[in-house]
């Protein structure tokens, strides 16, 4: 597998006094010396704020995808095997029911939950102790057994935390647990007419908190300013589509596309890329459902690698392979291939170096070439009844698989195939994904929070 070590750093960990060879720092010439030497300076001062914000990015799980949205762990040695009993360094219950993804930023762990019948969110520190505890409004129970009011992961920005909740809420709070204001979508905007629980999550986009809304009829993007919730832009995302298909339960990726930030948004039969200042479309892809079909919502999210979206579709029977970018309908010159014996319904998968890590809902794992679409290798966790709704997650060279009868299957993974080096199993349903973070496994049961590792 690839070392995710970052190849400046490394550089400059073997070489530390390369940069000063390579300067003339003649006393003959004060002028260029002096020029020189605060030009070195200020390589050095930017090379070790790079370095920094780079190590502040490793030990953060600011958002449902971890920190650049993709599913990909930073590197570190994380626990192959563990249960209730083995390698945990504590258990927590939790204090009600939610499918949301735990985030993290420095010593607070995040948890979005129904707290005696609101809206809640908990901080934790690494003790497992709790530190605060908010609540924001009435909660709207989940209608799915692996739904929830908390469906939606919490994101940060390092200095405050946006959550969003099925009931419509949308709040910003202090990382100490202050309220800073509340707004609500579906008094905003129009009630939500998802036919099951809300799933999509924030995201940070042009500066902005950006959600996006597809359901039933009407659908939007909207941006709202993080200072105090107010409107930034609201645009449609409604296309003519038969019953259901309009539903989707994805969240949007934020990545840079032609050199050009861009929104890309999966739903309703179209992949879309939108300008995060105004919302505007820049591009769309359709052709996913060529025969108009009915009841084909989504709710597994693409998965992006080398500028390619990798997108599951009809209900676990498709997968299709897209080249962002370019303007306008790009649907004939963008699609690179498109599968019909393979796809995930609930699932996201895993996109990273060129291959997608596609877990089916049933277990079976694909290692896909993001260009040609072609297996690389494929294999399989041993079946059970139970199915897969939580997403895997890339942690080095092991695959955490999370299924919602409480086994978690971690695959090791190389460019020559599969291995399941253990099913740990929790006892409790599993619908979030799991957080690998600094040496340590954060799992998310229907009741309990746990940490896995090293004491």
């Not at 420095?106 to 530190?131: L, P, R």
């Amino acid at each position: 597998m690839r070392n995710f070590s970052h190849p400046v750093s490394e550089s400059w960990m073997f070489h530390p006094v390369a940069p000063a060879k390579m300067l003339d720092i003649s006393p003959s010439r004060p002028y260029e010396r002096s020029m020189k030497n605060f030009l070195l300076t200020a390589f050095v001062v930017a090379l070790f704020g790079f370095l920094l914000l780079d190590s502040a990015t490793a030990k953060n799980w600011p958002q449902w995808r971890g920190p650049d949205g993709l599913s990909v762990a930073k590197p570190g040695e994380y626990p192959a095997e563990f249960s209730p009993e083995k390698n945990v360094v504590w258990k927590i219950e939790l204090p009600g029911v939610g499918s949301s993804t735990p985030i993290i930023w420095e010593d607070k762990i995040f948890v979005t939950s129904g707290v005696e019948g609101k809206d809640g969110i908990t901080a934790y520190n690494w003790e497992g102790e709790q530190v605060w505890q908010q609540t924001l409004g009435e909660e709207r129970p989940g209608k799915h057994k692996n739904g929830s009011g908390s469906n939606s992961s919490p994101i940060t920005d390092g200095k405050n935390l946006y959550v969003y909740f099925k009931s419509g809420t949308v709040a910003s709070l202090t990382l100490d647990g202050e309220l800073n204001w509340k707004t609500n979508l579906q008094e905003r905007y129009g009630e939500d007419t998802l036919w099951w629980d809300l799933g999509t999550s924030p995201v940070f986009a042009g500066g902005n908190i950006v959600i996006a809304v597809m359901q039933e009829g009407e659908s939007y993007v909207v941006s709202l300013n993080p200072e105090d919730g107010s409107e930034v832009w609201k645009v449609d995302r409604t296309y003519p589509v038969q019953k259901e298909t309009g539903q989707s339960y994805t969240t949007p990726y934020v990545t840079e596309i032609d050199g050009k930030k861009t929104i890309v948004i999966w739903g309703a039969d179209q992949l879309t890329g939108h300008d995060p200042a105004n919302g505007e479309v820049i591009w769309t892809c359709g052709g996913f459902n060529p025969e108009d079909k009915a009841m084909w919502r989504v709710i597994a999210s693409p998965a992006f690698t080398e500028g390619i979206a990798v997108v599951p579709f009809g209900r676990t029977k498709y997968t299709a392979a897209v080249k962002m970018g370019g303007a306008g309908e790009i649907t004939q010159s963008a699609r690179l291939w498109e599968r019909n014996d393979v796809g995930a319904d609930c699932p996201t998968p895993v996109g990273h170096d060129g291959k997608v890590y596609l877990l089916t809902d049933r277990g079976k794992v694909h290692c896909i070439d993001a260009e040609t679409g072609k297996d690389i290798w494929a294999g399989e966790i041993p079946r059970a009844a139970a199915k897969y709704y939580s997403s895997p997650i890339l942690a080095g060279n092991l695959l955490y698989c999370a299924r919602e009868d409480g086994v978690l299957a971690v695959v090791e993974v190389s460019e020559s195939g599969m291995k399941v080096l253990s099913q740990n199993d929790m006892g409790e349903r599993l619908a979030a994904a799991p957080v690998p973070i600094n040496g340590k496994l954060l799992v998310r049961g229907v009741e309990s929070l746990y940490c896995f590792g090293k004491k």
